[in-house]
């Protein structure tokens, strides 16, 4: 009896080994890892915990309310967005950091692993613990459907809005953990990650949770703003994707051809969608501010001046018969600097006409244009002063980084500034910690021809100095794109 | 394995100084320099975890600079410390290590027994791999090298840190592993624990490879240039004018009633020498050549300039 349970159990066992060669070896070690450590377990509790808590002081304090139901849902769901947009990233990121340190990554990166399967294998453990959250959480939501107010379509997409957005910003975490080099560094990332996660995570939540989705369906936007979600959600995807693997895969695997290929691709595919008249400014918004999500790694990337490697130094040869255009894809010293100019002023025009042809209210669509060169400026501007600030010993290229995190900061505040002065419902989220200051300072903001003067004024200047600053640096750039690396 | 004229700078800073040599299947290739010397850095190159600046290593007359991928699986790379991940077993890490290589099913799971049981790791296998001891943690490393049967091991000092008895019992584990045909790349501070095990070693210092070949090679070379001490019983200041005065000597120390005499000669010549005292009717009570051991080679290859 023993015996055929022992062989049957064995049997079990066989069949799940057998099973798991199809999975991603990481999530395995990661689940394993899960199982044999507490502070899952204990994530787990403190979540249900919270869930509990809501649930009974709601009930508690309005009982017999009409719409119980949907008040507990959004508390719910503020709870759960909370760990999903927080938690969960950070949970991947200390992973990442952690083999980072402990440098078995670098043992993970000779043996057959590929940098897009690590990626993966992050993205499929995170997706794992959400699954494991959400069926912590599933039973609350069911209370609120049971209490009325809410139905199971906005439970449902409001938790596939909070899926999508949590992946994405794991997949993030995962970049951001390997991007900069040092501790300080990843840490300084990781919380400005957070801040700017926040803001963007719950405008994309937006509309499952403060608008009423019943209606929303019903509205003629809905399947652009869905497309344009979708089209920006996939090309950002696409572009940590790309970045992660080419920060991933060490020295002799330089991937600096696919990050440039994929902002040019998410470059496509925002101006394509500016083109329709029919985004409200909201979501137009919203697309901007991916567009300078999408920068800032595109920047993090490719707009330094890299070390020529001899592998490289081959791909220099390949460039040279690929011809100047084509070898603006390939890594070498000052390219990337040319390249992120090119885009910036290629997406600018393409932004420009697009928004003349659809949003061509007042000079409301001078601010496409406005934020791409004042991007510019800031960027360029932060890396020169670093560079000729600093005492030589500390120029490293992580620093001239720092530049790029200063402007992920300025570029938070824009598109909120766009969106409060053109009334959109973005600033009104009471999640967006960082919009009250915007909303104070859109005030004095009145779309006069002075502001625009004023603005455009310092923006010239701003962009002269820079230029000057760098502009050994541009025309290095532009010559070695345009003539193919010497080297 | 064939390294070609390989070099890395750091910025400015050559770490790696166009250093070439080669070892075969069945090989313990000893590879040892001073603190700083580019040892770490060659090996992680060969190992495809770092590009060379210039130059290129052929495994089997393939690139590891241009395949790096297809290199990978026939190359195992020990590093000098060893990464292992909190809260998961020995076994779990073994497994996870043959997932990567993509072993799967029995494949899988024969390799993780083999190489527990070449290293003898069965008793631990459900231990915590953060919590092993040193000497442990090097042997689960070595497990972790060998999980895909790779043709070259590159190990980074393996064995730093480990007591004699542990040193010999991996001793025995790299002599096994050379017979059965892998080709060994071994790094160390210490030419001595090396020379126990490696039949060819190169020195290296400063990014630039000294001198390379067999030991006793090494030890040829270096012979004519020997140490004799020579006791008198008295006459010492006499003694000392006329060796120095011989052919061959290079310099003479005072030591008490003894002369330290570096000289440059073969036996033939050291008998000579010896003659050439006793007929000048000076009281020889002892003249002993002074065998140079590894360290004294590696003293003398070396300059002592740590970087
Ligand atoms: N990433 C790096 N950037 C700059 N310099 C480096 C880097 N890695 C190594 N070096 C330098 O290269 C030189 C060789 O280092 P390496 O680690 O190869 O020495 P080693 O022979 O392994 O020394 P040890 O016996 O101490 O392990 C050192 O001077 C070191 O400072
Ligand atoms: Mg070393």
New binding site residues.
């Given amino acids: 009896m023993n015996g055929a349970n022992a062989g049957r159990w064995a049997a079990v066992e066989e069949f799940a080994d057998r099973a798991s060669d199809r999975l991603n070896a990481i999530l395995i070690r990661e689940t394993r890892r899960a199982l044999n450590g507490k502070l899952f377990a204990i994530v787990f509790s403190v979540l249900l915990a919270i869930c509990v808590g809501a649930c009974l002081i709601i009930g508690w304090s309005e009982a017999g309310e009409e719409g119980l139901g949907w008040m507990v849902f959004r508390v719910l769901f503020l709870c759960f967005s909370g760990v999903a947009f927080m938690g969960l990233p950070s949970i991947i990121s200390s992973m990442v950091q952690g083999e980072i340190r402990e440098k078995t990554f670098e043992l993970l990166c000779i043996t057959n692993v590929t940098p897009a399967r690590i990626i993966w294998g992050e993205l499929w453990t995170a997706a794992g613990l959400f699954l494991l959250m959400a069926s912590g959480i599933a039973p609350f939501m069911a209370f609120s459907y049971l209490l009325g107010g809410v139905d199971v379509r906005t439970i449902a997409t409001g938790m596939g809005f909070i899926f999508l957005m949590s992946i994405l910003l794991s997949l993030f975490a995962t970049v951001a953990a390997v991007v900069p080099g040092r501790e300080i560094a990843s840490k300084l990332a990781v919380v400005l990650f957070a801040l700017g996660a926040w803001g963007a995570a719950s405008s994309l939540v937006m509309p499952s949770y403060w608008v009423p989705l019943v209606d929303m369906w019903d509205e003629p936007q809905t399947p652009w703003i869905l497309l344009a979600l979708l089209g920006t959600y996939l090309s950002l995807g696409g572009i940590f994707f790309t970045v992660g693997m080419a920060r991933i895969g060490f020295a002799a695997a330089n991937r600096s051809g696919p990050i440039r290929l994929a902002v040019l691709v998410h470059l496509a595919v925002i101006s394509t969608i500016a083109w329709f008249g029919e985004l409200p400014q909201a979501w137009a918004t919203l697309i901007i501010y991916q567009h300078s999500v999408l920068f800032l790694l595109g920047m993090a990337c490719v707009g330094e001046e890299e070390e020529l490697t001899c592998r490289q130094s081959r791909k220099g040869r390949l460039a040279r018969r690929l011809g100047p255009i084509w070898s603006l894809f390939l890594p070498g010293a000052s390219r990337g600097m040319a390249f992120v100019t090119l885009a910036g002023i290629i997406t600018a025009g393409v932004t420009t006409l697009g928004l003349l042809n659809a949003h061509a209210i007042d000079t409301e669509w001078l601010a496409w244009p406005w934020i791409t060169l004042a991007y510019l400026v800031v960027y360029f501007g932060a890396s020169s002063a670093l560079c000729r600030l600093l005492p030589a010993r500390w120029r490293t290229p992580l620093l001239r980084r720092a530049g790029v995190l200063l402007v992920f900061f300025v570029f938070l505040m824009i598109p909120l500034f766009v969106a409060v002065t053109t009334g959109a419902s973005l600033a009104r989220n009471p999640l967006l910690t960082v919009s009250h200051p915007i909303l104070f300072l859109a005030n004095l903001w009145d779309y006069s021809v002075q502001d625009w003067v004023s603005a455009t004024l310092l923006l010239v200047t701003l962009a002269g100095v820079v230029f000057v600053l760098r502009l050994p640096s541009f025309i290095r750039g532009i010559r070695v794109g345009w003539k193919g690396p010497t080297s | 394995m064939e390294v070609d004229r390989l070099e890395?700078r750091?910025?400015d800073?050559v770490?790696?100084d166009r250093i070439s040599f080669g070892f075969r299947a069945g090989d313990i290739f000893g590879f040892v320099?001073?603190?700083?010397?580019?040892?770490?850095?060659?090996?992680?190159i060969l190992a495809t975890l770092?590009a060379p600046t210039t130059g290129d290593a052929r495994v089997n007359g393939v690139s590891v600079v241009d395949y790096p991928d297809e290199i990978r699986s026939s190359i195992g790379f020990m590093p000098?410390h060893l990464s292992v991940y909190t809260n998961l077993y020995v076994e779990e890490y073994l497994d996870f290590f043959a997932r990567t290589y993509g072993l799967s099913g029995r494949r899988r799971r024969e390799a993780v027994q083999s190489v527990m049981d070449f290293t003898e790791l069965h008793s631990l296998r459900r231990k915590m791999c953060d919590t092993l001891s040193k000497g442990m943690r090097q042997r689960l490393g070595l497990a972790r090298t060998l999980i895909h049967d790779p043709k070259v091991l590159i190990l980074?000092?393996p064995a730093s840190g480990l007591d004699p008895r542990a040193r010999i019992e991996f001793r025995a584990l790299l002599e096994e592993l050379s017979r059965r045909g892998k080709g060994i790349l071994i790094?160390s501070?210490i030419l001595t624990e090396l020379s126990e095990i490696c039949n060819v070693v190169a020195i290296?210092e400063?990014?630039k490879l000294l001198t390379c070949g067999a030991i006793e090679e090494i030890r040829k070379n270096l012979r004519r240039h020997s140490v004799i001490r020579i006791g008198f019983l008295d006459r010492i200041e006499e003694a000392h004018k006329k060796v120095m005065l011989y052919p061959g000597v290079q310099a003479v120390r005072v030591a008490g009633k003894e002369l330290e005499v570096e000289f440059v000669g073969d036996e033939a010549a050291r008998a000579a020498l010896l003659k050439n005292l006793v007929q000048g009717g000076l009281p020889v009570v002892q003249f002993a050549g002074h065998e140079q051991n590894l360290e004294d080679i590696f003293m003398e290859v070396t300059k002592g300039q740590v970087?």
């Fill in positions: 890395r750091f910025g800073f770490a790696v320099g001073p603190n700083g010397a580019g040892k770490t850095t060659t090996m992680r770092d000098d980074d000092e790094s501070h290296i400063r990014g970087q």
